[in-house]
């Protein structure tokens, strides 16, 4: 999730936010140039839980060749002589899990969003990026430790796609899906170290020139920020973003877009809107708003948790579970203790959203106590950050699981205290506190985010011919989401992936 706060004047009434970065994807083919594969094998007795469809596979084998399931078939039928065995009777197997969204050039740290607050005295940005660029391979990694098998990046600078190519070459890691550089009305130059963020538009013309650019990456989506923080009307976004997304689409990618209300959400699908990235944010969805996304086909992926990290950390309540700390790196959840012993080096809006974020939950009496500039400063906040905010995005996702929208499944990883790989799991979390049944999760975070992408043929389900990508677990998922904190292996595209004590053991 972007959270943005605009710089240009130095009053509280000067908070400008963009929440969250937009991702979106038509992926002819991802980022990963390996072409190792597993070999032959057969892997017996296991029940299979495919999301489209209620029933399960009771003691079945899923023979794989060359990366792809050639055939689901009873395990009392005869395996072929070519195949090697791989017992897994007793356990249960779902499709690889996919994040939806994730930021490869954001680290998770308290000091990779330099943009929303300055802590750069404390520690820079390009420490942060060193940091990231050096440790990406074992973030990745840990992505297939917890049975995610594809990721889909929704943004950073252009300058990276070929840097994540040449990564995938060594190795074996996720299938990446991604976007460039987030096209947007406003700039962020703040994130400007290695490249550009956000590129700014001003004119149609930029906007297709932009897209133009991005094409030559043949990478999977192009992102766009439907944001009226530069006093844009409706009609002027439009106008900006509707011909190159236009372009985006007859070129076969799919355009993502970040619309936080719903008014803005109903004019980005107007205007060619594929996914709404973490969905709608700050007011109740309508009839209206599912029809149109029905009508278009646009997919709805909500990202809960990362704004829930915001919160606790400017209410300076930011705590990692046994889980989070299991699967992160200690220079990341440290982070935030050094951040918070420093407080007095950090900017003034840091303190600001320390002091005040704290007050949104507070009753109206409370609040009438203070002075009129701290009424209005709690006011804007309280739409990002109180209780209310966070019941209205979970009522959104329990309104659309069954409204017949597809939904797909995000984190945000990468922004403060959203753990690349570890914050699956929370996020399974608070889709079940949201009232969503585990079934509707898993179908989320497979077959959901590969429909979001058009990739519903390759992965996401477990049919012949689609990628060998999938999960082996101790028990069922849709009874006991907490087994897939402990997969027994990962396969991906046939390689077998398993996790001895925090190191990864890949069987090709």
């Keep these: ?27 002819l083919e991802n980022l990963n140039m390996s072409k190792e594969y597993g070999k032959k094998r057969a892997f017996i007795g296991a029940t299979i839980l495919n999301p489209k469809t209620s029933q399960p596979l009771t003691n079945s084998t899923i023979l794989v060749s060359d990366g792809r399931i050639v055939k689901i078939q009873p395990s009392s039928e005869a395996i072929p002589n070519a195949y090697s065995a791989v017992d897994i009777k007793g356990k249960w197997v779902i499709p690889g899990l996919i994040d939806g969204h994730i ?32 440790n990406l391979p074992s973030l ?32 074996i890691y996720p299938d990446i899906y991604a976007a460039g550089a987030l096209l947007s009305p406003f700039a962020v130059p703040q994130l400007d170290l290695n490249g550009e963020t956000f590129t700014q538009v001003e004119a149609a013309k ?24 530069t006093g844009l009307s409706m009609e002027q976004l439009t106008a900006l973003f509707k011909p190159a997304m236009a372009l985006a689409k007859k070129h076969n990618k799919r355009v993502a877009v970040h619309a936080e209300g719903i008014n803005d959400a109903k004019m ?39 704004n829930i990290h915001y919160t606790e950390l400017f209410k300076g309540e930011v705590s990692f ?72 995005q979970k009522q959104n996702l329990k309104n659309m699981i069954h409204s017949g929208v597809n939904v797909a499944f995000g ?42 992408i058009n990739m519903e043929t390759k992965f996401g389900t477990l049919v012949s011919e689609s990628y060998a990508n999938f999960v082996v677990l101790d028990d069922n998922p849709y009874k006991a989401l907490a087994t897939l904190t402990q997969p027994v292996m990962t396969v991906k595209r046939g390689t077998i992936v398993t996790n001895d004590g925090g190191t990864i053991n890949v069987t090709y």
């Design 1 to 27: 999730m972007i959270l943005f706060f605009s710089k240009s004047t130095q009053t509280v009434f000067a908070l400008l936010f963009t929440l969250c970065i937009s991702f979106n994807a038509f992926a």
């Design 103 to 134: 930021h490869m050039a954001q680290s998770g740290g308290a000091f990779t969003r330099p943009d929303t607050f300055d802590a750069t005295k404390i520690s820079s940005y390009a420490d942060d990026q060193r940091w990231l660029k050096n």
């Design 140 to 171: 990745l990694q840990n992505y297939l430790k917890l049975g995610v098998t594809s990721v889909i990046d929704m943004g950073g600078p252009s300058e990276y796609i070929n840097d994540y190519r040449d990564l995938t070459r060594k190795g």
């Design 206 to 229: 930029d906007t297709i020139a932009m897209v133009e650019q991005q094409l030559l990456l043949n990478t999977n989506l192009i992102k766009f920020v439907w944001s009226q923080e």
């Design 268 to 306: 980005a699908i107007k205007a060619g809107a594929d996914i709404l990235v973490h969905g709608v944010m700050h007011d109740p969805v309508d009839k209206e708003l599912i029809d149109l996304m029905i009508k278009n086909d646009v997919t709805y992926m909500p990202t809960l948790t990362a």
């Design 321 to 392: 579970s046994a889980h989070e700390h299991k699967h992160a790196h200690k220079e990341i959840t440290s982070s935030f203790d050094k951040l918070m012993e420093n407080v007095e080096k950090t900017d003034e809006m840091f303190k600001l959203l320390l002091k005040y974020v704290p007050k949104v939950d507070q009753s109206d009496d409370e609040i009438a106590k203070l002075t009129e500039q701290e009424q209005s400063i709690i006011s804007h906040l309280r739409t990002f950050f109180s209780s209310n905010a966070e019941l209205i």
């Design 411 to 452: 984190t945000d990883a990468g922004n403060p205290g959203t753990l690349h790989a570890a914050s699956v799991y929370g996020e399974f979390l608070a889709w079940q506190q949201a009232g969503i049944s585990n079934q509707d999760i898993i179908k989320a975070a497979t077959l959901g985010n590969a429909k979001a």
